[in-house]
């Protein structure tokens, strides 16, 4: 079916259920036709669609006309949320109630599916995306604008490295809706990145496209003046690196605009002070709700020896420890991470931060029982069989499992389970609105396929 068609041809579709990647799954040619993922629809509506890849076996397209609209559709806030436009916000045509639908659907899909769980077992489980204090928009206290080749900031469509230039980002924190970012030229830089943290800082990065260009204080520098440059810049100040934290790196090593070189994060009940590059959860609320979610799920008692694998700055090995009094190991393998833990937990006695990747500390013991407790944090990549194997075999009498991508989750899931383990549990919370992600917190036990730890 997919020869007959081209890019840019436009085919008329009855949307079907969401799926993960923040397009619904709809068929062109009856119901046995050709897979196609739609983005910018809703489940029933009937839409033209233009179609924006061929692949092998499916289509990927965008919903150019709605004929039969959903009751929950909304017009977008922003006017980049469109097709061929920006590509950062996949649901703002969803009204804020059907977003927490949406996202738990693919939730209890991907358990389904990838996970390996009876459908019994998954309406069991209650699946329900929470949402977080604030509204919608004005959310994300970390944004990284890409730059075009005319030096002008913005975002990138979808499944594309094009640059969208915009003036504004909603869903980006008031504060850094504030900064000239978007309204001045960046012809040096690959990427500009801005961060309002919990504590009231505000940083700008910049990301460039060659070699940092390193200039006198006070200094002007070359090109700050083009059209649109609003004047002279500040000379950068160099700060450490570390491309984890805001999606895909871009251009070469950080450079400090303005702002301070250490923004200051509360959460825990602490002050944590981080690099403003450095990873910390995105929506303000988000730090606080994950750690009460695991708290709440692991009961830490005192005595107990806990595992923070994927610490990062150490934000759920400071709550353990503060919980258990006894010994908590940090795993992190990004340098800055590393630092960051280790500077903000030194105040903390019993807690050790090591210097590795998790499945080669678990491989080759840099990290050992006995332990009760482990809280696992993987990156989008989920932990994989390997690291899971490991902690399974170690023994530990609960695991808390924060996931940032449901199919990774649901994969790991799949592994416990081959080695005896089960899913108690579930808690997922819209930390993401507008947009695909969510992010869920697992109980994981040894033992049967139902009941809670105890």
């Known amino acids: 079916m997919s020869d007959e068609l081209f890019e840019g041809d436009r085919i008329e579709l009855t949307v079907g259920a969401p799926a993960h990647g923040g397009h ?28 924006t890849e061929l692949h092998k076996g499916y289509l990927r397209a965008d919903a150019v006309e709605i004929h039969e609209p959903s009751p929950d559709r909304v017009a977008p806030p922003c006017a980049f949320a469109r097709p061929g436009a920006c590509g950062g916000c996949d649901l703002q045509h969803v009204a804020p109630a059907a977003q927490l639908e949406w996202k738990a659907a693919v939730v209890r899909e991907l358990l389904g599916r ?156 602490r002050e944590w002070r981080v690099p403003p590059e450095g990873f910390w959860q995105v929506h303000p609320a988000a730090a606080d709700t994950l750690v009460g979610a695991v708290l709440e799920l692991l009961q830490p008692v005192e005595g107990e020896i806990s595992w923070d694998l994927y610490g990062g700055a150490g934000l759920f090995a400071a709550a353990l420890a503060q919980r258990t009094r006894a010994r908590t190991t940090v795993v992190e393998s990004a340098p800055a991470g590393v630092a960051t833990a280790r500077t903000n937990l030194a105040d903390l006695g019993g807690v050790e931060v090591v210097s590795a990747k998790v499945d080669v500390a678990l491989a080759r013991r840099r990290v050992t029982g006995p332990v009760d407790l482990v809280v696992l944090d993987p990156p989008r990549t989920g932990a994989g069989a390997k690291v899971v194997r490991a902690i399974t075999a170690a ?10 991508d449901p199919a990774a989750l649901a994969r790991d899931v799949q592994t416990f389970g081959a080695e005896g383990w089960r899913l108690a549990e579930l808690r997922a919370y819209d930390c993401f609105p507008m947009t695909q992600h969510i992010e869920c917190v697992a109980l994981l036990v040894p033992g049967g396929p139902t009941g809670r730890a105890g």
Not at 231 to 249: C, H, N, Q, T
Not at 395 to 404: D, E, F, K, T
């Open 24 to 51: 619904c799954v709809a068929r062109f040619g009856g119901p046995h036709g050709q897979v196609v993922f739609v983005r910018h629809a809703l489940p029933g509506e009937r839409v033209t669609a233009e179609v």
């Open 114 to 269: 990838m996970g390996g769980l009876s459908g019994e077992r998954i309406a069991e489980l209650d699946v329900r995306v929470e949402p977080l204090p604030g509204g919608p928009l004005g959310w994300r206290s970390r944004v990284r604008y890409a730059v075009d080749a005319a030096g002008r900031p913005g975002l990138l469509k979808h499944r594309s490295h094009e640059v969208v230039p915009v003036d504004r980002c909603l869903i980006a924190h008031p504060r850094l809706q504030q900064l000239d970012v978007t309204g001045r030229l960046w012809p040096e830089a690959a990427a500009v990145e801005v961060v309002a943290s919990t504590g009231g800082d505000v940083s700008v990065l910049a990301r460039p496209a060659a070699a940092p260009l390193l200039v006198a204080a006070g200094a002007v520098r070359p090109g700050a003046d083009t059209p649109g440059g609003n004047g002279p810049v500040a000379a950068p100040r160099p700060v450490a690196v570390d491309d984890g934290p805001l999606d895909e790196p871009a251009g070469g090593g950080a450079v400090l605009i303005e702002g301070p070189a250490e923004v200051r994060e509360l959460a825990a009940g």
């Open 395 to 404: 023994g530990p009498r609960a695991v808390a499992y924060v996931a940032c």
